[in-house]
């Protein structure tokens, strides 16, 4: 079993996948800790890439997150699954924003990618709105071509479903 899970930032990406992995006995690799540096700078392409292709390689996997764009068709092609968390922008920016608080009260349980610092919220809600802007198109229509080469493919559109999902 190898599961892709990707959405825009704050969408419980990260809690299903580790739920997911936990219970199929999957390797879990989240994009955000080889995507970006412990500053929040995007790292070296080629860094990512050799990260990203050595978890593709692997047999078993649950890889949570989306990461550059330019890796997707590779990640789909080698996905049994493919699950895209792809909520209304105002529930992200709900979610991001009680993770944001617990963060900043010290009682966040996990962060993305394992990263000390927070990002500060301004620039976190404005990389969502650029994402939702820009790029969910963009993963939508990779999805459906996913779905279209026969990779089962979830949708998961409120919140309550991160709750549900089942593989």
Not at 138 to 160: C, H
Request: proline fraction near 4%; avoid cysteine; charge should be negative.
């Amino acid at each position: 079993m190898r599961i892709a899970i990707l959405g825009n930032a704050g969408g419980g990406k990260s809690t299903l996948a580790r739920r997911l992995a936990s219970e199929h006995g999957l390797p879990y690799a989240e994009v955000d800790s080889f995507l970006w540096t412990p500053d929040w700078e995007l790292t070296p392409e080629a860094e990512y890439e050799a990260r990203h292709g050595a978890v593709l390689a692997g047999e078993r996997w649950m890889l949570d997150g989306m990461g550059r764009l330019g890796s997707l068709d590779t990640r789909f092609e080698r996905a049994t699954a493919v699950i895209l968390v792809d909520l209304p922008l105002w529930q992200h920016y709900w979610l991001a924003a009680e993770r944001q608080a617990a963060w900043a009260a010290g009682t966040a349980q996990e962060t993305p990618g394992g990263h000390g610092k927070r990002p500060e919220t301004r620039e976190l809600f404005e990389f969502m709105w650029t994402v939702d802007r820009d790029v969910m198109p963009q993963i939508r229509a990779a999805v459906a071509k996913a779905e279209g080469s026969g990779t089962s493919v979830y949708r998961i559109t409120d919140v309550a479903d991160l709750e549900t999902v089942r593989l």
